[in-house]
Structure formats: structure tokens, C-alpha cells
């Protein structure tokens, strides 16, 4: 499925790759990848977290091909390296990979609509009381599709969603 209606870009068929997080197609998802690109949230006087307002919010942009670390208690933001397209009768449901949650890292994403489309913006908090480290460019969480037998009503893209096509790490939008 996932090939014939280009749902996912680029795609990789195995998963196994010594020395790597996993990333790939799996039984019944894709581990995807988190690219180089992240947003670390800093405590600093007077800064506050306002997803209507998140000029707000201090952050420090970090590009890298290595890996990032996540202070305790810390909050970081990333993009996919994939690109997904997601069928009009289809949801998808995604968890943080196993490999990081036995860390204390959470990864947080919410569902990909039908018709929904772009690089996928995820939320890491590292719960752990040391810092997290991240690999760019390998595997990050899973994402299930659901295939429902008729198609919905009304999709993403007829809505106009605000995060449609986003290429970037998109920060919260209130409209």
C-alpha cells in the first residue's frame, strides 16, 4: 500500500542495520526517522510555553548528523526525515520506539489525518533525571495505518488544515 500510493518518502524496506536505531518497514507500521534538525526548549527569566503565542518560547536551534542530547526534564522538537502522504481512507496512530522509552524519552505525536501530508513535527521530553541523547537520521518512533473500508467524509486537505504540507519543524498554530 505504502508504495503504491507514495505515502512514504524516502522509503526503506528493512529495518535491521547494525549499530543504528531501526528505521524501516515493519509488520504492521514504519519506524521513521528523525531528522537533523531540532528545537531545545532553555528555562530562561520570564519565558513561557503558549502555544497561541509561541514567539514566546526560548529555543536554541541545533543542525547535526550525529545526535543531539536532551537535558533532564528537557523538551525538544524535530521533523521527519520522511515525508508521508496519507491516503484519504486511512489514519495512522504512532508511538515512540521502545529503544528510546526504555530511557525515559517520550515521543509524542498526534494522529495524521486522511489527505494529510508533510514532514511529521515531533515533541521529545526526556523524563529521565540525566540527559537524553538522540541519533539524527535513524529511528525515532512508529507509526500504524488504519484502513477503514470506505473513505471519510470530510479529509485534511478538504479542511484546509493548518500543518498541511509542512516541510519544517511547524511550531503551534491557533487560528
Known amino acids: 500500500m ?22 524501516g518497514l515493519s509488520s504492521y507500521g514504519y519506524d521513521f526517522r528523525v531528522a537533523g534538525e531540532f528545537r531545545l526548549y532553555a528555562p530562561a527569566p520570564g519565558a513561557l510555553l503558549d502555544p497561541k503565542d509561541a514567539t514566546r518560547a526560548p529555543f536554541e536551534e541545533i543542525r547535526t548528523d550525529t545526535f543531539v ?5 528537557g523538551i525538544a522538537v524535530a521533523r521527519s526525515v520522511e515525508y508521508f502522504r ?4 486511512v489514519v495512522t496512530v504512532t508511538f515512540g520506539k521502545s529503544t528510546y522509552a526504555r530511557m525515559g524519552l517520550v515521543v509524542n505525536i498526534t494522529p495524521f489525518e486522511p489527505e494529510w501530508e508533510g514532514h511529521v513535527t515531533l515533541e521529545m521530553s526526556n ?3 540525566l540527559p537524553a541523547r538522540v541519533y539524527a537520521n535513524e529511528g525515532i518512533a512508529q507509526v500504524l495505518f ?4 470506505e473513505v ?7 479542511r484546509q488544515g493548518k500543518y ?7 511550531a503551534p498554530k491557533v487560528v
Open 146 to 149: 488504519l484502513e477503514s473500508d
Open 127 to 129: 523524563t529521565a533525571p
Open 164 to 170: 498541511q504540507g509542512q516541510k519544517a519543524i511547524t
Open 2 to 23: 505504502a508504495l503504491g500510493h507514495g505515502m512514504i518518502d524516502p522509503f526503506a524496506e528493512g529495518m535491521k542495520r547494525p549499530g543504528v536505531v531501526s528505521y
Open 86 to 89: 496519507i491516503p484519504r481512507n
Open 69 to 73: 542530547d536532551i537535558p533532564p526534564h
Open 152 to 158: 471519510c467524509e470530510t479529509s485534511y486537505a478538504d
